[in-house]
């Protein structure tokens, strides 16, 4: 055979080798394309909580995947599983991702391991887990909530006083990183106010026994507390009370304390952090004063009396009080500023009012039920 013949013969082989490569690439594209599409079909499902959608599309595509991808697919299938309460085969795949080298989702899926845990009562799995988080992922988002992980175990097992007692360790530990104190400073309030609103004795509560005579209304009077906080201690739905009935009854040793610059209102008890709620405080051209003020005036369902002049009834949708006002006195000074509800839920955690301090309704309705006549409030900023 000639060198330009074989020349020829060979350049046409590497040709076509070239062009069946070439379209083999294209197909695998295309395979590629069709499987982003699908794939963003079923984030879709996910997003509108459409779990058995998405599972379907995702297990169609997931044996075409490799890598990176693959193990995306396997985590999101896995949460498919769990949304839908088939923890066994969430887990299975989960597993699958845990055995990869892709550990962009091992933090979640060992936090989600560990409140599954928690669930079933196996504690020491539910810690191991946590652990896995700190030990593995120190400047993971949910490394906070993993240390947290203890107060979360304590609760499971109804060790309340234990709980509230660690997270106010996290709080005045100054080796703690600043959102463990963040989560810290959250759960300790929802605990606080759990352990309040319930039957169970704590070191700040007393046991009244009901005397002849007695009324709500003249034992709240006598020992400093609201009417509406001894019916939600004792789970009351009247005001029916009888002789020698026994009432949990909070010693009342409440304040309140604002932070202006952080938009949070802390409720304190005996000086020490009880619970914090997110606010709205006033704007540039009218701040919310500082200084040391009184509650000195409660009211249910106010009435607004607009600066600019008028009246708005309680109840209008024009009446920027809500649903309660606390009225603040500076002094033997009566003020015109107060907290009241933040009727634009949104509000919260901007400069928005007029001075006043708004806070979402379900919180001015709870601190309303909590705080009494005379109680302090403190109103400081960063600077």
Request: aromatic content about 10%; charged content about 25%; overall charge positive.
């Amino acid at each position: 055979m000639k060198p330009k013949t074989l020349l020829s013969i060979v350049f046409l082989i590497a040709l076509l080798v070239f062009i069946a490569g070439g379209s083999a690439l294209l197909i695998q594209n295309k395979r590629n394309q069709l499987n982003q599409i699908r794939y963003q079909e079923a984030v879709v499902f996910l997003r509108d909580s459409k779990y058995p959608e998405a599972l379907a599309i995702l297990q169609n595509i997931y044996p075409k995947t490799k890598g990176e991808t693959q193990t995306e697919i396997l985590y999101q299938i896995g949460n498919c599983y769990q949304k839908m309460g088939e923890i066994s085969e969430a887990e299975k795949y989960w597993k699958k991702v845990l055995d990869s080298k892709y550990t962009f989702y091992h933090p979640a899926i060992y936090y989600e391991l560990a409140q599954q845990r928690l669930k079933d009562e196996k504690f020491e799995e539910a810690q191991f887990y946590y652990s896995q988080i700190v030990g593995k992922f120190p400047s993971h988002a949910l490394v906070g909530n993993a240390l947290l992980g203890p107060a979360d175990i304590y609760l499971a097992k109804k060790e309340f006083e234990k709980a509230r007692k660690y997270c106010e360790e996290v709080i005045e530990n100054p080796s703690s990183s600043s959102i463990a104190k963040e989560i810290a400073i959250d759960k300790l309030g929802e605990i606080n106010i759990n352990l309040l609103f319930s039957p169970v004795s704590t070191d700040i509560s007393e046991t009244y026994t009901i005397k002849a005579g007695d009324s709500l209304f003249s034992i709240a009077t006598k020992l400093k507390t609201t009417i509406a906080l001894l019916m939600r201690v004792n789970n009351l739905t009247d005001n029916i009370i009888k002789p020698g009935q026994k009432l949990k009854t909070i010693i009342n040793k409440f304040s309140i304390s604002v932070n202006v610059d952080k938009r949070d209102l802390f409720l304190n008890y005996d000086g020490k952090l009880f619970k914090r709620y997110k606010i709205a405080v006033g704007t540039d051209d009218t701040p919310t004063p500082l200084g040391t003020f009184e509650i000195r005036e409660k009211l249910k369902d106010p009435t607004w009396y607009p600066s600019s002049g008028g009246v708005v009834a309680p109840n209008s949708p024009e009446n920027l009080l809500g649903s309660r006002w606390i009225g603040l006195w500076q002094g033997v000074q009566k003020t015109s500023y107060g907290i009241h509800e933040a009727v634009e839920p949104s509000d919260i955690g901007k400069y928005v009012s007029n001075g006043c301090i708004r806070m979402l309704k379900t919180d001015l309705e709870e601190l309303y039920d909590i705080v009494t006549i005379g109680i302090q409030v403190t109103i400081k900023g960063n600077q």
